[in-house]
């Protein structure tokens, strides 16, 4: 079992910057592949990125590469998002995941954290 608490979220204004942070207990977290997932009001969640346990192998979709980073700290059992360059279109609310092992579904998620991008 793993319990995620995101953190980091608020207002900020077009290509301003934000650092997400994924808190997550349990001794296991290093096992897990991490993801981030976004939702917009009317949109369904939306895949951002996603790290390996060892944190060597990192993706990104498409719409945030070369402005969002995925990275992760095994002894502080946090993962991290860092958001450069935002615009209003990434206004959402930031899940953070973990991913089962076995059956690659990503089973545990956090709260969530809102993110707000003004123009």
């Known amino acids: 079992q793993v319990q995620l608490v995101e953190s980091g979220g608020g207002l900020v204004q077009a290509g301003g910057s934000l650092r997400l942070s994924c808190a997550a207990s349990g001794r296991t977290f290093s096992t897990y592949t991490m993801g981030w997932f976004r939702q917009a009001p009317g949109k369904e969640r939306e895949f951002v990125a996603t790290?390996?346990?060892?944190?060597?192998?990192?993706y990104s979709a498409d719409s945030v590469k070369g402005r969002f980073t995925i990275s992760r700290d095994n002894a502080k059992n946090t993962v991290y998002l860092q958001m450069n360059s935002l615009k209003p279109e990434d206004t959402a609310v930031y899940y953070c995941?973990?991913?089962?092992?076995?059956?690659?579904?990503?089973?545990?998620w956090g709260q969530g954290t809102q993110v707000t991008v003004s123009s």
């Open positions: 790290i390996s346990w060892s944190g060597a192998s990192t």
């Open positions: 995941a973990a991913q089962d092992g076995r059956s690659k579904r990503y089973v545990y």
